[in-house]
């Protein structure tokens, strides 16, 4: 059918590995050079694969849930003219089992999109070809029958997520601190300024406070704005902090507000704003979720109270956790005597690399923390936090 040109996976991607998530064409249609063909997917974003030439898409040489490794032959397209082969294709898992099973795809019946065998296909004919004995036992309902089950392929994302847990378990020794936050200055500020805000475009979450506070906290605590190297501590003047967002089932991205030190609250409550909703509908860039000095997990937005999360990316050397926001009996002073009251109260924890920063840092960073959340000025909508005003009476470490 003459020349045929590759489709092949971008030899730089971001994430441990990508699989194919969706083609966009079908074999036989035509496509013009720059065309989107084939969706990709890793860990941390979802990227499009355009068509290399004009011409027919001729092969589809890797279907959904293939590994697609750097530089992978996905498809290939062929000239207009030439017109289109009929020879089968069948996907690296259909492959494996025709050798296991001893069954050649072409005598099975695909249910795949246009027909195509799958290898639940190829298991199907497998069974059947053996008299069903592979699936007698559970169906018997004995006492010692093994109980019934299903196997839910993991994503892309999800194996990505849990090799990065892993090595960064294995990697850092992780350290936990826990302290406690009264939002109440917070709240307050919220309540007289979010709705101007909101007419602007800005909606103000809790989360753009915590992100802002973390800037004032980096300020006066900079060996927490790091990364861990053999032979060194590297420290950051950009506090470029990620933020935890869940996909639900699918698992979870990090994307990044660049250089968070120099943005207000409002333009924090923006661009937290931009980012979450392009990560909800696969439209980060390579650049959202790259630079990252800090992780937020803000797991209190599932209820959760309290967790030690760990770093998500390594080699940073922290990650900040918060807990639900819940009303709590405190004791407060009031004119020299104790008294009870109910206060929005959250836990916050920072768990460090404990190669890099030690119990000092750690406390002094979230001490910093907690006192510029519970000390929220009410006169500025537009606050940006800076160290004079963590500091006015304070001649701890940091301060001056």
Not at 156 to 167: D, F, N, P, V
Not at 216 to 225: G, I, T, Y
Request: proline share 4%; with cysteine.
């Amino acid at each position: 059918m003459g020349d045929l040109i590759d489709i092949q996976a971008p030899l730089e991607q971001e994430g441990t590995k990508a699989v194919v998530r969706n083609w966009l064409r079908k074999i036989g249609e035509t496509v013009k050079s720059g065309d989107p063909l084939v969706e990709l997917e890793t860990d941390k974003v979802t990227q499009e694969v355009s068509a290399p030439a004009d011409g027919v898409l001729a092969e589809i040489l890797m279907r959904n849930g293939d590994d697609a490794p750097p530089g992978a032959v996905l498809g290939r397209i062929g000239s207009e003219a030439a017109g289109v082969g009929h020879a089968p294709h069948y996907s690296p898992a259909v492959r494996h089992a025709a050798e296991e099973y001893g069954l050649d795809p072409a005598t099975v019946t695909g249910t795949g999109r246009g027909g195509r065998v799958t290898r639940a296909d190829m298991d199907r004919a497998f069974t059947a070809r053996q008299g069903g004995t592979a699936s007698v036992a559970a169906e018997a309902g004995d006492r010692g029958a093994a109980p019934k089950s299903r196997r839910i392929p993991h994503s892309a994302m999800r194996a990505a997520i849990a090799e990065h847990m892993l090595t960064s378990v294995t990697t850092a020794p992780h350290v936990t601190a826990v302290f406690e936050a009264d939002f109440s200055a917070v709240m307050r500020h919220r309540d007289e300024h979010g709705k101007r805000l909101a007419a602007d475009g800005a909606k103000l979450s809790y989360t753009a406070y915590v992100v802002s506070a973390c800037v004032a906290a980096m300020r006066a605590v900079p060996e927490v704005n790091s990364r861990w190297h053999e032979d060194a501590l590297e420290t950051f003047d950009d506090i470029n902090i990620g933020v935890g967002i869940s996909l639900g089932d699918k698992g979870l991205v990090v994307p990044v507000l660049h250089r968070a030190q120099a943005l207000s609250l409002a333009e924090i409550a923006a661009r937290l704003q931009d980012l979450t909703t392009r990560a909800r509908s696969n439209a980060l860039s390579r650049a959202d979720v790259t630079g990252g000095t800090f992780t937020i997990s803000n797991h209190g937005v599932s209820g959760s109270l309290l967790a030690a999360p760990i770093i998500i990316n390594q080699p940073q050397s922290a990650i900040l956790g918060v807990g639900k926001l819940d009303k709590r009996v405190v004791v407060r002073e009031v004119d020299g005597a104790d008294t009870i009251q109910i206060r929005p109260m959250a836990y916050v924890s920072l768990t460090i690399d404990h190669r890099a920063l030690d119990g000092h840092q750690t406390n002094a960073w979230l001490t910093h923390f907690v006192r510029v959340i519970e000390t929220w000025p009410t006169d500025r909508a537009d606050y940006r936090p800076q160290i004079k005003d963590l500091c006015a009476s304070d001649k701890t470490r940091g301060c001056k």
